[in-house]
């Protein structure tokens, strides 16, 4: 599958993958330092995400080989690679499969199985019929029946667009998502052992990765580092930008 990518800056190829319900723009911000950093930053679009198609396939084996094959078409060799959350598990999947990378950073996601903790977001967004949509506002009224944190709503709204119609519409494939968002907590299973640079970033205030979660992940990616970003949760380069850079300039050099 061709996803669609941004690509800012000049030098080493740095590329990046969002999580769940995101798109290639979530770290932008983040990713714009990078690149001033002396990398040419690629930020993809997962399929089923953004400007990417749409696949009944959802899972981390195709998500992996659609990385692959972006590396391909592209002619990017040794590039380092970062994903959040479903994109981590992306990127640690796809060291299992290929060879192609100089170093990984996998930020706030470990390799074990998480029970699925999305069904308010996906029964929010599936109480909103696109196809009766009158505005925004309505939108969010409804959203907020099933999502109560404003930023959470705010990130995953994001995904909802005005059509060149004038209606609206999504950039995530909604019913893809909810069949298959099992997957997404999915185990990847570290059979592999790898010498390559790996790091792991977590927030402290995150519950995503613990001590032993790092353990199991060191036990394949044998020369991994563990950086903890002290006032971050899952959102590490949202909440603490500055920190989070930082950390991935000091490994990437």
């Not at 506002?137 to 109560?148: H, P």
């Not at 563990?226 to 949202?238: F, K």
Request: aromatic letters at 12%.
């Amino acid at each position: 599958m061709e996803l669609f990518f941004r690509k800012i800056g000049e030098g080493l190829p740095f590329v990046v993958l969002h999580g769940v319900f995101g798109s290639s723009d979530n770290l932008f911000t983040v990713c714009k330092k990078i690149a001033e950093s002396g990398y040419c930053v690629y930020m993809l679009d997962a399929r089923n995400h953004g400007q990417s198609p749409r696949s009944e396939d959802f899972n981390y084996d195709v998500m992996a080989d659609d990385l692959n094959e972006f590396l391909v078409t592209q002619k990017i060799q040794s590039p380092i690679i970062m994903g959040h959350s479903m994109g981590g598990k992306t990127v640690m999947t796809f060291a299992q499969k290929y060879d192609n990378f100089s170093k990984i950073i996998i930020v706030d996601i470990a390799p074990r199985f998480y029970p699925t903790h999305h069904n308010h977001i996906l029964a929010g967004l599936n109480a909103i019929n696109v196809n009766t949509l009158e505005n925004r506002k309505d939108a969010e009224d409804i959203f907020a029946n099933y999502v109560s944190d404003f930023g959470e709503r705010q990130f995953i709204l994001k995904n909802l667009y005005r059509t060149d119609e004038g209606g609206f519409d999504w950039r995530i494939n909604i019913p893809v998502i909810t069949k298959e968002i099992y997957q997404v907590g999915g185990e990847v299973l570290l059979e592999k052992r790898i010498e390559k640079p790996a790091l792991v970033i977590r927030g402290a205030d995150s519950s995503y990765v613990s001590d032993a979660d790092f353990q199991s992940f060191k036990n394949s990616f044998v020369n991994a580092e563990l950086v903890t970003i002290v006032g971050a949760n899952h959102w590490v380069h949202a909440i603490k930008p500055i920190e989070f850079v930082a950390a991935i300039l000091e490994f990437s050099k």
